[in-house]
């Protein structure tokens, strides 16, 4: 009769086999070999087969799904195949790949971080080069306005000394034509008279 150790064993060995089957796709899932150990991997199901190597703590591993006494069959990263005691194989990942993982993670954040500075150092240029801009367009505009102000001015002036010139020549006009109008008549008054005179 089985023991409560022996039913424990079985039930776990049915949970590692269906956590580790194979999904739909055929690809094994991952597993990691415990940490703080150098884990025998065997030809078979069992210590008195073959040693083929060992597999390293924390290293990750493609569990195939094959389990048989206490052993369960798994791919090493070198693309190896054999067999490790059940209790050693973890689905969660060990300290070493946490770690690097971590690392990795910190790696990408200090390269985008050292991106987005980049790109703030830039956008200050840009709005450093901007703002310069703006300034000498706002001394053209100035400086525009300045020359407009004088162009008007000028134009003011000449238009006055036109008018001015106008007027002038129509007063001479009008004052030709005054004395025209007020000595012609007379001359021709006296011419009149001295050649009645004469006659």
Known sequence: M???KNITTILML??????HAQDST???PDGYISEDLVVYMHSGAGKNYRILGTVNAG?????????NNDYSEIITEKNRTGWVESKM???KPGLRYVIADLNEKLALLQTENTQLKNQANNSVQDLNKLKAERE?????????NMSLSQTKSQLKNQDMNIKKEWFFNGAIVLSI???LGLILPRLFAKRKSSMENWG
């Open 59 to 67: 290293e990750k591993v493609q569990v195939t799904g094959k389990v």
């Open 26 to 28: 055929g690809a094994h």
């Open 136 to 144: 000498e367009l706002q001394q053209n505009i100035t400086a525009l």
């Open 14 to 19: 049915c949970l590692a086999f269906f956590s």
């Open 177 to 179: 034509g005054l004395l």
């Open 2 to 4: 089985m023991n409560i």
């Open 89 to 91: 194989v973890s689905p």
